[in-house]
């Protein structure tokens, strides 16, 4: 009421009649979040140089980053925000100016996610907070995937795009030479705490075929590490919490 926020009440199987849409941004750097989740991220030039994958479609909700939480007891896998992997529950969602949020309570975890970015420098922001409220002990993991572009097209600019792994700052690195005009930039994803594994190759994450919703290497126990040049390049960075 006070006019500070937009606020939408998703209830299961509910969707807003299209995607709206909260645009962040710094004059160096830039993001926008729906409804539904965490759309992309840009650096200096949103059409030149896109960091992560962006559908143009005004009536698409595709996501170029995404967060996946999963019971590493059970294997079941949902993530903070309605997309990729809905919950089957309530999402209470958030725009301001600055920021966006994202609340849901599933399987007895309650989960907050909050999105930001710097005021002046190029870095986006995404807070996880996890509150367990069964009467059980939980193992929970949290997995971020981004799928880099570093450029104006991701078919154009992903056999050109070099990932590397920090192992010092625990930061995954990705840059694009093919790039001219932001090639010496390098995009970066890292946390607070050092991974419990970490990827670099798309195919290994969704698997052949493989879909958002259910990536493939959710599926199994670990990720392989596979960081390396001339691949289909993503950034996927997992904590146990």
């Excluded at 493939?216 to 289909?232: F, N, P, Q």
Aim: net charge neutral; proline share 5%; with cysteine.
């Amino acid at each position: 009421k006070d006019g500070k926020e937009y606020r939408m009440i998703l209830e299961e199987g509910k969707n807003t009649p299209a995607p709206w849409i909260n645009v962040i941004a710094n004059e160096r750097f830039g993001c926008w979040i729906s409804e539904s989740g965490m759309g992309t991220s840009w650096a200096e030039n949103s059409g030149e140089n896109k960091l992560t994958t962006w559908n143009n479609d005004p009536l698409m909700d595709n996501q170029g980053e995404a967060i996946y939480l999963r019971d590493e007891d059970t294997g079941r896998i949902w993530s903070p925000t309605p997309l990729p992997s809905r919950a089957k529950s309530t999402y209470y969602v958030r725009h301001g100016q600055g920021y966006s949020s994202f609340e849901n309570a599933n399987e007895g975890i309650i989960s907050t996610l909050t999105f930001s970015i710097a005021k002046d420098d190029p870095v986006k922001f995404a807070l996880l907070r996890v509150q367990n409220i069964s009467n059980r002990i939980r193992r929970i993991s949290a997995t971020y995937y981004a799928e880099w572009v570093l450029g104006s097209d991701r078919d154009l600019m992903r056999p050109y795009i070099i990932t590397e792994f920090d192992t010092s700052t625990h930061t995954l690195l990705a840059r694009n030479p093919y790039n001219s005009d932001f090639q010496k930039q390098t995009a970066f994803l890292t946390a607070t705490r050092a991974p419990h594994g970490v990827t670099g190759s798309r195919v290994e994450f969704l698997g052949r075929n493989g879909s958002f919703q259910e990536p493939a290497v959710l599926k199994r126990m670990g990720l392989a590490s596979t960081i390396e040049a001339g691949m289909d390049p993503c950034a996927a960075f997992q904590q146990l919490l």
